[in-house]
Every structure is written in C-alpha cells, then in structure tokens.
C-alpha cells in the first residue's frame, strides 16, 4: 500500500473513533484496527512499536476507567460505594469516590476505547510507513513543520543510544545506580541531544533547507487572520445558534484565508519529486475516499446528524445498532482487501528485515 | 579568485576573546587547501566564513568582509549560498534526513524544484564520481561510516557547488573507510577541478594532496606551500618529519617520494640501538579463549591475551575485528559466553565498578559523562565515587589539568575536553587502563600529553592496552602490539617486530631505514 493511502486510513480511523460514542461501533473499529495490524506489513522493530502502543492503549483503557469511576459519581446503577471526599467548592468541587456506577464505568471503557483505537492505528501507521516518505508527501505549507518532526525521530536513536552509553561511563567511574545518580545520567544525555540537535541544525542550514523563501507580509496577515476567524465560527456556532449563519460566514472566510496563505506559500516554494509513488487505480480510489469520508464523518458530527452517539447516563440503554453507523465502524476494513493479496511482502515505506541487516 | 576573506575578526557570543583576528586571504579557483593547525585554533570556524554559517548562524561579533564567489557570505542566504559552497561535517550520521540513499541526495534538489529528468542526471553523476553506484537504493543505517560520508559528499556536490568544504570529514571513521572518503574527494577534485578545503588532523593522507595549507593557531590564518608548511608543524607525516632532520630538500611528504627522491641519502642512514626492552613484571591481566556473541554474531571467538606490569599493548585490527568487545568483557561491561579471565591471576570481582577499579576503560566518546561545572568538580566527582585517598590537587596537577581546573568543561577545545574525560575516568589511578580509541580525531599535542601519562603510569608498575588503528601513534609508545581478526588473535609481537620494516604494520620511517620506528630513532 502506498503512504497517501496508509495515510487515509489513519486519518479515517482517527475520525470515526472520535465521532463514535456508541460501543458497539467503536467496538468493531478496535477489532478492524487490530486485525488490519495483525495483516499488515511490519520489520521485527516495527512490531515491538505495535506491541509498545497495544500496552499503552490497554494501559490508558485502564486509566480512563478508573478516573471516571473514582470521580463522576453521577448514574442510576450503583455497583458500589466508596468513602466520599468532596473538594472545596474553591477548587472546582471535584468529588472523588462515592457511588460506583455502571454507567461511570460504561463511560471510561468507551474513551479508553477510543483512545487504544487510535493508539493501535498510529501504531499501525508508524509500522508500515516511513516518516520520510511522509515528510516528502506533505505539502510545501507544512514543510517545515515536518521537518521537524523528522528530524527529532532521527535524533530520537542516536539520543537513546547516547542514553546506554552515558550509562556505562558513570557506571565506569565508579558510580552506582539509584535515583540519587540521575544527574549523572539526564545532564549529560541533555546536554548532548541539545548539541546533536545544535549540529544537525547547522548541517541543515548549510544545505539551505532551513532557510524558505521570504513570505510577504498581506500573506503572513491571511494566516495570522484565519485563527481568530475559525475560532469565532466555532463559538458561533456553538453558543447562539439564533445566528449560525454568521458562524458559517466567518467559517468561510476562515478557511478561505488558510488556503490562500497556504496556496501563496505553495507557489512561492516550489518542490518537485524525483519518484512519485504509483498505485494502482483501486488503491488511489480507496486512499482518497478515506480522506473524504473521515471530513464528511467529522462534518456530520459537528451538525449532529451521525448516528453513532451514545450516551450511558440517560439510564444506561441498550445502544442502538444502525445500518449507517456501522457501515462507517467497517469502512476502516477496506486495506484487508489490498493486504490480504500482498501478505508477507515488505510496505513501500520500511525495507524487510533481511535488508537492514546486509 | 574564488573567495577573498579582508580583515576578518569574529568573536562568538559568549566568547571574550576573538576566535579569528584580522584574517586577510585568498583563494584561487581549483586550488585543494588542507587548513591545518592546533585543536581550538580557529580552523572549524574559519572554514564557516566560507557558507556564511559564521556569522549567519553562530551569532556573535564580526568585522571584516567574505567574498565567495563575487557574493557577500556574511549577507546572502545560506539557502542560496548552499548553491555555491558545499559542506560536509565530521559526524555523518547528523546530517541526513532522509532514509534512502537516492531520496537523501534528491532531497535537497527536490526542494529546489528541479525536474525529475534533470534531478536523475545529477544524482547519476554524483553516484558515479564518488563510486557509490551501487548504494543507491541502500538504507542508510545499513551503511558503514565511510559510505555514510560519501553519501553525505554526494547529497552536497549534487546542488552544484563550486566550492567544497569539509570539516574533519574522515575523524570518525576507521582507516579503510576514511581511505574510500579521502580517495573520493581527491577524484572529485582531480576530475571536476573543483575548489577544496579540507580541515584535517590526520595530514599523512591530505598532504600530499595539496596545492596549499592554511595553518590557523590562535585565531590568526596564514597561506602557505605544504612542504613549507610540513618543515615546521610538528605534527606533519612522521615521513616529512624524518626528511626535516636529514634536511632534505624537497622535503617529502610520502615514503614513495623520499624513495624517488632521495634513495642515495636514506641507503646511508643508521638506526639508533633501540632501546632495551623495559622489564615487565607480573601478570596483571589474563584472558583464555574469551568467546562472546552479540545474538548471531560473534563478537570474540576464543581470544586469549596476557598483560604484565610496565607493559602497553596495543591491541589493533579492522572493524568489528573484536577490540572494543575483548575491552568490554574484561570490565564486565558484556558477559563472554566462554573462556577465562584473572585479575592478577585471580577470579575478577563481579560489577562493572568493581573491575574497573582494577581495569579502568576510558571508552569511545567519554567526553559524553562530563557533567559537572568545572573541571575540578568532575575529577573531584570521580575520586569520591571511588573513595580515592588522592587530593583534588594532587589529582589536578598529575593530569595536568591545574590551569583549566576552573574552567567549565563544555567550553573547552575537543583535545582539553578529551584529556579531561580520560582524567575523569582514571582519576583513581587503576593498575590496568584500558583505553578504546583514545587517539581517534586528537591533534598532535593531546597524542603527546597521554603518550607522557602513559609512559608515567608503565613505568611505576602499571600497564596499558589501547585499541587503536593508528600505526604511528601507536609505535611511539607501544610495546607490544596484538591484532586481532574474527574475534581471534591474528598475531602477538613485539612493537619493534611488528612496527618494523618487514613486520606486517611497518611505520613511515621503517618503510625507509629498517631498524628504526619514528624520526627519532635514525641517526643523523
């Protein structure tokens, strides 16, 4: 698969998780994420990622139950009770303990859901992608931000490997390890990725990446002026419905301002590639439905017309299970089509095993 | 005139006195220019006046003007100036971006929007002038250090330079890979004429090559012809050094020059009498068929050594040949899966700081630990670790670190900061030190400060084995040398056999007058 349609589906992923409240949605996303991770491409090292953010997933699943059990209090169903202790009104009122709820419970395990969910599919993408390949599809608006994202993961090794090696000089010097030694350990290892960093930045300066071409003024004014302007819409929108139409104007003239900033840029810094990655037409098709899918699913939710909500406190009902809802909870499915029929070959993104080690 | 540099003094933000003064020079198209001179002399920000990272990114104070190419360095963009002068940086892994061999050199001709047929003409002259063909869809972590560099070399010749600068471009790599770079970058310059300066401390390779050296020493910068150069630095090629003493003139740079030139004046020359063979004592170190594997792939496959007291090994060999991992399983820094080893004939404690109480390893790169504000504190640091009865002051003046004792070691040249990294780590003064390329990118000064520690230490009982490819350093004060190949030992002789004319590592000067070692040791 190619990194513009790995990238469609992490995105759609992303979207239907977090537009999705009912569990037995979000329930067949988790399971079409795990089994898309189960089939797809990985090295031995992309694997220990997948491995890594599966533990932390479960790890926070955990987490957003508990929080939500120990401080909501709110529900009819009580499975226990537990001493109460109420915060000052001062601190915001917080209660923590009291009445364990079902629905309390029901809520955790949704987030946490959706939160290994999109966990589980970064993981996925990460594996099967290299952010290089990322870094030079994103556009010429984005590149710098880009560009440092990839450089901190090419740091991010050497850094870890700086890590081992400080340790073995402390302890060769005779030091023992306990937190009382961390010093010894943290300053050099900052110390260092500061100068790694420092270095690897001169050596981009003297290639002239780090320098853009100079962006004029009335262009820096377009994207200064389009946050204020989303940001308004959403207010709008959200807190005096009696003028939504206002809310879509400046909405408009939001988005309107970040394109032509972005589109000025564009034409102001103009890239080329050198190897353009082909896919074949079902495979374009999918990848880019996936990026309108996931706008249409975040766009549906902001109107409220996704019928994919669920709300455990309105007396914990029984979720509703729709053709619709779950026709969007299986549309994260469609790379088993393409994987299925490339099973054990290596992703364009990462090289197989055998390659790293020649 | 490529470049013409009038009246520079620049001083770095936080420095208090100027790292160049009143530099006034100039650069002819074509020219190959080797910048040499003493660690923290200025060299590495000299060659920064060139692409206009000094001022540009460095910051600082600056008077004076840098004409590169007909244009101001101090003023035009570095994103242009990359266009013109290209740079290429010791470290070969901090500056690639990109994974892939072709997508790493097309990076940076992608973000200059060139087309795709054009891009693939560059990118396949490059390829070819450096003779990496074949790594082009290579990944580059799958690369050694020298195709790393070259890699480098290609990503910047690809924009087009007319100037190429390379800062130390071969220090951190082992001689075969730093052999591949120097090969490449004088093909380079021989069939594109393109102008080069090359900051280098190893001058055995780069000299011989140059049209011209600058020699920068405490900010200042002079021109000057190599064998006018190589007549009074002392840390010219050993070769070049002897050809001094003799008086020969021309003054060669390469054994096959003093042969062409001067076969009648060497026939004549005598060895010293080499000194006696210093007495060693007892065993202080004894490893047996130490085997060790790093998962499948065997690191030691039955290497045996023995250390007595007043001896210093060095232990030499290719890469991967099992050196760092022989130095390693002595201090328990890894677990031999076979074989024995004794500390003075006994069972070795147990712990990494137990064993280097004994055996102190001063591993690659220790200047990475230092940590503390000054130099005082770091060795005052390392003696309270080890309990150590030595005064601070006692400690100081032994290292030779009593001036700088108040300095912060982060500020201090890269000879300075890896004199006090090897203090640091022998602060408590062990019976074996164990060093892993303690000469690797120091200059000629940092050489002579360990080779005295070492003869200090040998000489009151201790002894020392230092892992090392460079030969020269090596003879000066090794006294016997150990190759090891595949995790075994390959051969274990005496320094004079194996340094020697007709032994397998001979020296420059041996090359020249069997019997000898160094310059020092032919009678004029």
């Not at chain 1, 998780?17 to 898309?36: D, E, K, M, R």
Request: aromatic share 6%; with cysteine; hydrophobic share 50%.
């Amino acid at each position: 698969m190619s990194t513009v349609a790995w990238t469609g589906w992490v995105t759609l992923v992303m979207a239907v998780a977090l537009t999705t409240t009912n569990p037995l949605y979000l329930t067949i996303v988790l399971l079409t994420v795990i089994l898309v991770a189960a089939i797809s491409p990985k090295t031995e090292g992309a694997g220990l990622g997948i491995r890594f953010m599966l533990v932390l997933g479960l790890a926070l699943f955990v987490l957003s139950i508990g929080v939500a059990v120990i401080n909501t209090g709110s529900g009819e169903h009580v499975l226990l009770t537990l001493p109460r202790l109420d915060a000052p009104d001062k601190l915001g009122g917080l209660s923590l303990g009291g009445d364990i709820t079902a629905e309390a419970v029901v809520g955790g395990a949704i987030r946490g859901t959706v939160i290994l969910s999109i966990l589980l599919g970064f993981a996925v993408f990460s594996a099967a992608v290299s952010p290089h390949a990322v870094l030079r599809l994103a556009p010429a608006v984005l590149f710098h931000a880009g560009l440092v994202i990839t450089i901190g993961l090419a740091l991010l090794p050497s850094t870890l490997a700086d890590l081992q090696r400080i340790r073995e000089v402390q302890a060769l010097r005779g030091r023992a390890a306990g937190i009382r030694e961390l010093p010894a350990i943290v300053v050099p290892v900052v110390m260092g990725g500061l100068d790694r960093a420092m270095r690897f930045a001169e050596a981009m300066e003297a290639r002239g990446y780090a320098t853009p071409p100079p962006v004029p003024a009335a262009t820096r004014l377009l994207g200064m002026a389009s946050a204020p302007l989303l940001i308004a819409a959403a207010w709008i929108w959200f807190y005096y419905p009696e003028i939504r139409w206002m809310g879509v104007l400046a909405a408009v003239a939001g988005v309107a301002a970040v394109l032509l900033w972005g589109w000025d840029i564009a034409r102001r810094r103009r890239t080329t590639r050198l190897n353009v990655e082909r896919e074949p037409l079902l495979l374009f098709v999918a990848g880019r439905a996936s990026f309108l899918l996931a706008a249409g699913a975040v766009l549906a939710d902001l109107g409220g017309w996704l019928p994919t909500s669920y709300n455990p406190f309105a007396g914990l009902p029984a979720p509703e299970f729709g053709a619709v809802g779950a026709l969007l909870a299986l549309a994260p499915t469609w790379p088993l089509l393409f994987l299925a029929s490339a099973e054990g070959r290596p992703s364009e993104g990462r090289a197989a095993p055998e390659a790293v080690l020649q | 005139m490529i470049a013409t540099l009038d009246r520079v003094t620049y001083t770095y933000p936080a420095g208090h006195s100027p790292a160049l003064r009143q530099i006034q020079l100039t650069l002819d198209e074509g020219r190959f220019v080797v910048v040499a001179g003493p660690s923290a002399g200025g060299k590495s920000t000299f060659l920064r006046l060139f692409n206009g990272l000094v001022p540009q990114f460095s910051g600082g104070r600056f008077e004076g003007r840098v004409r590169v190419c007909g244009r101001d360095a101090t003023r035009t963009p570095s994103r242009d100036l990359a266009l013109t002068a290209g740079m290429v940086f010791q470290d070969p892994e901090a500056q690639s971006i990109v994974d892939r061999v072709e997508d790493e050199i097309a990076f940076a001709l992608e973000q200059r929007g060139l087309r795709p047929s054009e891009m693939r003409a560059r990118i396949d002259g490059v390829l070819r002038a450096l003779a990496i063909e074949h790594l082009r869809d290579r990944r580059l972590t799958t690369l050694s250090g020298g195709e790393r560099q070259r890699v480098a070399i290609a990503a910047v010749l690809a924009l087009g330079p007319r100037l190429l600068l390379l800062d130390e471009p071969t220090s951190q790599l082992d001689p075969d890979g730093a052999e591949l770079v120097v090969d490449a970058i004088h093909r380079l310059h021989g069939e594109r004429g393109l102008t080069t300066l090359v900051v280098e401390h190893r001058l055995d390779r780069f000299l011989p090559l140059a049209d011209d050296v600058v020699h920068v020493a405490d900010g200042a910068a002079a021109r000057l012809a190599p064998r006018r150069f190589a007549a009074a630095y002392a840390g010219a090629p050993a070769v070049a050094r002897l050809g001094r003493r003799l008086g020969l003139d021309p003054l060669p740079l390469t054994p096959a020059e003093a042969y062409a030139g001067h076969a009648a004046a060497l026939a004549a020359l005598r060895p010293r009498p080499l000194p006696a063979r210093p007495p060693v004592g007892a065993e202080l170190i004894g490893a047996r068929g130490l085997e060790l594997a790093y998962g499948s792939i065997a690191a030691l496959a039955g290497a045996s050594l023995v250390l007595k007291e007043g001896e210093i090994l060095a232990l030499m060999g290719p890469n991967a040949s099992g050196k760092s991992s022989l130095l390693r399983a002595i201090v328990g820094l890894a677990e031999p899966g076979a074989g024995e080893l004794h500390f003075g004939g006994e069972r070795p404690p147990e712990g990494v700081a137990a064993r280097s109480a004994f055996a102190g390893l001063v591993p690659q790169q220790p200047a990475l630990a230092l940590y503390q504000a000054t130099v005082a504190e770091e060795i005052a640091d390392s003696l309270a670790s080890r309990r150590s009865a030595l005064s601070l002051a006692a400690a100081l003046a032994r290292w030779g670190l009593t001036e700088i004792a108040e300095r912060d070691p982060r500020d201090l040249s890269v000879g300075q900061q890896q004199r006090v990294a090897i203090a640091a780590m022998l602060a408590h003064e062990p019976p074996v030190w164990l060093l892993d390329e303690p000469t690797r990118g120091a200059d000629p000064a940092t050489k002579t400060w360990l080779a005295e520690r070492l003869r200090v230490h040998t000489a009151s009982g201790g002894a020392a084995i230092i892992a090392t490819h460079d030969i020269e350093a090596a003879a000066a004060i090794a006294t016997r040398v150990v190759r090891l190949d595949g995790g075994r030992v390959d051969f274990d002789l005496p320094a004079t056999v194996a340094f020697g004319a007709g032994g397998p590592l001979p020296t420059q000067v041996a090359q020249l007058v069997p019997g000898a070692l160094l310059p020092e040791d032919v009678l004029v």
